[in-house]
DNA sequence: CGAGTTTGACCCGCGC
DNA sequence: GCGCGGGTCAAACTCG
């Protein structure tokens, strides 16, 4: 029932899935915390908010971030730790193909201070 | 007006 | 097989 919806709304949307399924590309990813009081961190890059969603024992939810230059697919997830305020865990995927266009002294203090998680 | 945000629905993998 | 948790889409809305 469901796929039928799917295919009589969107005909193209069985293509679209196998297209991605196929596309196992799986990008770069790593993750740093930050000690700061805001959860945007305007790090030269311009980003488009696409979603948010509450993760389990956190509190907090989780905000997803998509890098408005096109043919730029960077994703970036931001999310504040439960029980600490004021760290911001935020978690980059992808690599940006151009270079900053507004540079930031404000983040390059906080990538002094930033924390890489090993598995990434 | 248009780029960016909000927000609920949708999708999908995984564990029970 | 089903329900849950996490990730994404897209229509409506907002604000400069």
Redesign the pocket.
């Known amino acids: 029932m469901?796929e039928d919806?799917?295919q009589v709304l969107?005909p193209c949307?069985s293509e679209e899935?196998e297209k991605?399924?196929k596309k196992k590309e799986r990008e770069p990813k790593f993750a740093f915390q930050t000690r700061s009081q805001v959860d945007i961190l305007d790090d030269g890059y311009?980003?488009?908010?696409?979603?948010?969603?509450?993760?389990?024992?956190n509190p907090f939810p989780?905000?997803?971030?998509?890098c408005?230059e096109e043919g730029c697919r960077v994703?970036k997830?931001v999310q504040r730790q439960s029980g600490d305020e004021g760290v911001v865990v935020t978690t980059y995927q992808g690599v940006h193909t151009h270079p900053v266009d507004k540079p930031s002294d404000n983040f390059h203090h906080i990538l002094t201070q930033m924390h890489i998680f090993p598995p990434y």
């Open positions: 469901e919806k799917c969107f949307c899935k991605r399924k311009r980003w488009r908010k696409y979603g948010q969603k509450a993760v389990k024992n989780r905000s997803y971030y998509k408005t994703k997830q």
